[in-house]
C-alpha cells in the first residue's frame, strides 16, 4: 500500500515538474479572498499547473489535512495556524503571516526561508509559476 502510494506521488510529482505557469494560461480569477474561489458569476477559480505540485502534499479542503496542512484560506493567516495540523516548531516559531513576500520567500525555498521546517519541497524556483501559486492562493 505505501509503495503505490509513493509511486503515485513520485508521478503526481514528475508530472508537474518543469510545468511553469504562464499567466496566458490561467488567465486572474476574478474573485475576492474569502470567497472560497468563487468568482463573480459562480466560476470556480483555477489552480496554475505550478499547484499541481502542492496537491501532492496539500488540499484546499478546509480542516482536510495531508502531509501537509490544508492551504485554505492561508493567504493572510499567521504560519502554523491552521487547527489540528502538526506544525514544526520552526514554523510555529516564525513569526510569518502568510501575505505576497513571506509565501514568495517560502514558497522559492521553504527550507532556506524557515530553517526548520518539515516542508521538504526544493522550492518554485520560476517566478512566474510562484506569483501565479500565490494568486490562487489568495482566493482559497
Not at 476574478?30 to 459562480?42: C, I, L, R
Not at 505550478?50 to 482536510?64: I, L, N, R
Request: net charge positive; with cysteine.
Amino acid at each position: 500500500m505505501l509503495r503505490c502510494a509513493l509511486a503515485a506521488s513520485a508521478i503526481v510529482l514528475l508530472t508537474a515538474c518543469g510545468q511553469a505557469a504562464r499567466e496566458s494560461d490561467n488567465p486572474a480569477p476574478d474573485a475576492s479572498p474569502g470567497t472560497g474561489g468563487q468568482a463573480s458569476g459562480s466560476v470556480v477559480a483555477q489552480a496554475p499547473a505550478a499547484f499541481g505540485q502542492c496537491t501532492v502534499c496539500h488540499t484546499t479542503e478546509p480542516g482536510k489535512h495531508l502531509v501537509g496542512p490544508s492551504l485554505a484560506g492561508v493567504y493572510g493567516r499567521p504560519a502554523a495556524s491552521a487547527a489540528g495540523y502538526p506544525y514544526s516548531a520552526a514554523l510555529k516559531q516564525a513569526g510569518l503571516t502568510w501575505d505576497d513576500a513571506s509565501l514568495g520567500r517560502f514558497l522559492e525555498a521553504p527550507m532556506r526561508a524557515v530553517p526548520g521546517t518539515r516542508m521538504a519541497h526544493a522550492g518554485l524556483k520560476d517566478p512566474a509559476a510562484r506569483a501565479a501559486v500565490i494568486a490562487y492562493m489568495k482566493v482559497l
